[in-house]
T-cell receptor
């Protein structure tokens, strides 16, 4: 079946630290991969996406590369800010299916 | 920038009562979705809707649930007889086109508490 596994949280970092949130997936066919972010009290916002192998999605200093060989889509940021504190969800979409399949979410807290 | 809106933001109800959660998708979108997130758990797909009919649903979406697009702008989720385990955040989403590459845009959610 189709599934997404994210690294366990919560993750706590200091401002300006380097961030990696791991995401691996299992999918039939060729999925598209997404990172969504949920800020406190808000809904899910698309952060970035990649639709084929070796694509790199980027937005707001965050990056993730679609690695078919390792079935991964790890989220990275070189220097995090307090405002990046949120819950991050990795998700996949499969051609021919309507739904997104989400990982369990990783809560990130950035301390000043 | 267009966005998906949902009302109410919070709803408290008694077990066994009916609730209707409302969503206004982005105006030129054609595909509509409901997801839910039980506290501390994954976001789970409930149902997708296109061309005035359900196109896919999960095993969670049993006979107690129904969806409707009563007019050209609203998209509703009805739970006929709520149970304690229906307490969750419910997210509406929409997208313009078919295809796994197309982004689904989510609303801010309705937090439902069943007592």
């Amino acid at each position: 079946g189709n599934s997404v596994t994210q690294m366990e949280g919560p993750v706590t970092l200091s401002e300006e630290a380097f961030l990696t949130i791991n995401c691996t997936y299992t999918a039939t066919g060729y999925p598209s991969l997404f990172w969504y972010v949920q800020y406190p009290g808000e809904g899910l916002q698309l952060l970035l996406k990649a639709t084929k192998a070796d694509d790199k999605g980027s937005n707001k200093g965050f990056e993730a590369t679609y690695r078919k060989e390792t079935t991964s889509f790890h989220l990275e940021k070189g220097s995090v800010q307090v405002s990046d504190s949120a819950v991050y969800f990795c998700a996949l979409g499969i051609q021919g299916a309507q739904k997104l399949v989400f990982g369990q979410g990783t809560r990130l807290t950035i301390n000043p | 920038e267009p966005e998906v809106t949902q009302t109410p933001s919070h709803q408290v109800t008694q077990m066994g009562q009916e609730v209707i959660l409302r969503c206004v998708p982005i105006s030129n979108h054609l595909y509509f979705y409901w997801y839910r997130q039980i506290l501390g758990q994954k976001v789970e797909f409930l149902v997708s809707f296109y061309n005035n009919e359900i196109s896919e649903k999960s095993e969670i979406f049993d006979d107690q649930f129904s969806v409707e697009r009563p007019d050209g702008s609203n998209f509703t989720l009805k739970i006929r007889s709520t149970k304690l385990e229906d307490s969750a955040m419910y997210f509406c989403a929409s997208r313009r086109r078919q295809g796994a590459r197309e982004t689904q845009y989510f609303g801010p959610g309705t937090r439902l508490l069943v007592l």
